[in-house]
């Protein structure tokens, strides 16, 4: 009688076990109901975009040296990682002979990453640990800083390791497997030149290089303005300098509007810090320092978060908005129950809605108190999940968070299983590294096969 209690206990625990992995794995593909206000606030956006405060850009003018960073990682690795050469990748065999692009399919793409072979250090891997605005919650998570090669700061690991966006190798690559991914355009990180953001180094000066890496495999290159301090007083003299000196380039983007016109496209990432009336001086008509029926006119798309964020974003002038965050259920934006609804505010006002879809959400590497807002990539599903419903609306153009946006584990890029003595990284298993460049791939087609059946 006792063995046979035993069982019946040892029975019942493998299938509670059992019942909580799936419950697990299941919870974060489609969260119904969950408002920007359910787990998540307002109070969390200035925290969880590690860029957004336009007060603390940095430039590279000399200034005082940065403070040394204080306490370590409980992750760091004490194995001797002197890997800092860039990986021979792996191919995937059905990845060689590549699809046409589509090129109204865009995704995010960040040129910040740096290494000591090409930069004489490490950037933005060994970013630091974002500490809670609460300092009693902060307390109880790990500070300092990451020590790549071995500790990234991210919860995968690329194909490529720790790379530099400066090795021509490393960009070779992606725009490889952009095309693999039949991505037509990258949409840039950018800001201004000398200005960078707190955890990264210039980057303007990498922008002919993506353009022409970009050319070799037939893809565009649009750009993704992030804040910076003044933004909304210098971004006509930004826009100039880019369409001057970059506009003439065949890789840069342009797009044929309704009327005929061929111009580009401006993604503006957290417009909503600047008044919708600051945004019409520049944007409407008849604003005082209007670019509108100029030679840098253009589609300038806007961050939509709140749902007050459609009106603003008309009042404002803008041409469009997208959602860009990856997590279901974080912001009205991003929350796929909304995008019908905002869809048919941007038809009913002449708008492009631009649904951002991402392959899952992870930043626990960065900010170690945010895994309520994790989001399970349940080997696909959840990719398919946003891509499905995206199509749902009709969109004119769909965009992905993110090809290499590796703090918050929302990357399409190819990604490796690796552990150390004290790190285990996610990784994309049972598939292969290349497993959401072949998703993106087959939803593309689908896309373009959807879309050329709306305009019948």
Known sequence: MARFRRKMWITLLL?????????????????????????????????????????NRKSN?????????????PRNSKMEGLHSMTRVPTSDENLDHFPAVNYDLHAFYYSWYGNQQFDGKYIHWNHPLVPHWDPKIASSYPKGRHNPPEDISSNFYPELGAY????????????????????????????????????????DSLVPVILEAAHKYQLKV???????????????????????????????????THTGRSLPMFYIYDSYLTSPGSWANLFSKSGSNSVRNTQY?????????????KNEILQAGFDGMYT?????????????????????????????????????????SIRAWNNHNTRNRVNGK???????????????????????????????????????????????????????????????????KEKEQWLM
């Open 15 to 55: 299938f509670l076990l059992f019942v909580f992995g799936v419950m697990m794995g299941l919870k974060t593909l489609r969260p119904e109901g969950v408002g920007f206000v359910d787990g998540v606030g307002l109070e969390l956006l200035p925290h969880l975009r590690y860029r957004t405060d336009p007060s």
């Open 61 to 73: 003018i000399p200034s005082a040296e940065k403070p040394a960073e204080s306490g370590t990682l």
């Open 164 to 203: 530099s966006s400066r090795d021509p190798a490393v960009l070779n690559a992606h725009m490889k497997q952009f095309q693999a991914a039949a991505i037509g355009v990258l949409a840039l990180s950018w800001y201004p030149p000398g200005l960078f953001d707190e955890n990264g180094e210039p980057t």
């Open 222 to 256: 649009t750009f993704h303005i992030e804040p910076y301090e003044g933004r909304e007083n210098s971004l006509y003299n930004n826009l100039k300098y880019i369409i001057d000196k970059y506009g003439s380039h065949p890789a840069f983007y342009r797009r044929k």
């Open 297 to 309: 006119d253009a589609l300038f798309i806007a961050l939509i978060v709140e749902e007050k964020h």
């Open 324 to 364: 860009y965050f990856a997590t279901n259920g974080f912001s009205h934006g991003s929350s796929h129950q909304n995008w019908q609804t905002i869809k048919d505010f941007c038809d009913s006002n002449n708008l492009m809605f631009i649904p951002s879809v991402g392959p899952g959400y992870i930043d626990t």
């Open 382 to 448: 959840y990719y398919e999940t946003a891509f499905s419903t995206a199509l749902l609306v009709r969109p004119e153009i769909i965009t992905i968070t993110s090809f290499n946006e590796w703090h918050e584990g929302t990357q399409i890029e190819k990604a490796v299983p690796k552990k150390s003595s004290q790190i285990v990284y996610l990784d994309y298993l049972p598939h292969k590294p290349g497993i959401y460049l072949e998703l993106t791939r087959k939803w593309a087609e689908k896309f373009r």
